[in-house]
């Protein structure tokens, strides 16, 4: 008996002090570098977003805090970077509902599990797109569009970002719900899709609010309305989808920080303090409304609810359209 007892104390005294350990390393952090991993090409949206962060972290810890942009794959390369990594905070992922949810669906053989793989630290911002038309399309609105999709199946093409993305969700989920038949014509980015929108070569694309509105107010794209579930406050007099003749119709990206998983909650935590009080920061907040980006501070359980939420709506999209990898 008096064995247990010793056993239980050493027990007990042995997680007391890795705790004390984890808070005393999470009070000191950090103490080098940290490194942001961006699974895009410089200069992207998504890409801007870290750079923000890291700017603002790099004020408040005077440690550099740096932009590693590992791009290709639908961000499988800079995910499993990430998820091998140390877990002790000095490596994170700035991953969108791409990494962490959709490429579940698309890869069999994913290497790395996004809910297993990985800490949720915090979700910064939602982003949602725009339906936009060229100008030479006879569709003024939702329902003008739905109609001569009808009109005309499988004649309509839209152009996407590229497989798996938000752009190619929005798109499905509009076929699925209207009940028409368009062509997808992926591309490498959104660049190259919106040099052919702009020149006509295809008709239709659902795109990134920031992209497309120096083109919408110069007239060179027709908007039609928002994805989200309610207006944006840049563009107030564009409707969303649903309100415009899909009820019931509503879809969005998130960006958020991950860590590896196993990295200690102290630190966790005081990394999610750090980029909330970021995010929330009111001058902040309206430099990103015009990004086209919905500030969404969460907590790291919040995140965990949010990933597991766009896991499977996500998985439902792709089944339903049977979207597959290129």
Known sequence: MK??????????????????AGNASAQDFPTKPIRIVVPYTPG????????????????????????????GASGIIASQLVAEAAPDGYTLLLGTSTQLATNVALYPKL??????????????????????????????????LIA???????????????NGTSQHLSAELFKSMAGVDMVHIPYKGSAPALVDLL?????????????????IKAGTLRALAV???KRWPTLPDLPTIAE????????????????????????VAKLNKELT??????????????????????????????INTYIAKNAQIVKEAKIKVD
Request: proline share 10%.
């Open 277 to 306: 009080r970021i995010i929330s920061n009111p001058d902040l907040r309206e430099r990103l409304l015009i990004q086209g980006f919905e500030p969404s501070p969460s907590t790291p359980d919040e995140f965990t609810g949010l």
């Open 199 to 215: 020149s006509g070569q295809v008709p239709v694309m659902f795109e990134n609010i920031l992209t497309v509105v120096p083109h």
């Open 44 to 71: 992207g949206t998504t890409d801007n977003l870290a750079r923000l962060c890291a700017q603002e972290l790099t004020k408040v810890w005077g440690q550099p805090v740096i932009v590693d942009n590992r791009p």
């Open 148 to 162: 001569l999709a009808k009109a005309k199946p499988g004649q309509l093409n839209f152009a996407t970002s590229g």
């Open 244 to 267: 415009a003749g899909l009820p019931g119709y509503e879809i969005s990206g998130f960006y958020g920080i991950v860590a590896p998983a196993g990295t200690p909650k102290p630190i």
């Open 227 to 229: 994805t989200g579930a």
């Open 111 to 144: 290497s790395y599990n996004p809910v297993k793989d990985f800490a949720p630290v915090a979700v910064l911002v939602k982003g949602y797109n725009v339906l936009v038309v060229h100008p030479s399309v006879p569709a003024t609105n939702v329902r003008e």
């Open 3 to 20: 064995i247990v007892q010793q056993i239980l104390a050493l027990t007990l005294l042995a997680g007391l002090t890795l705790a004390a």
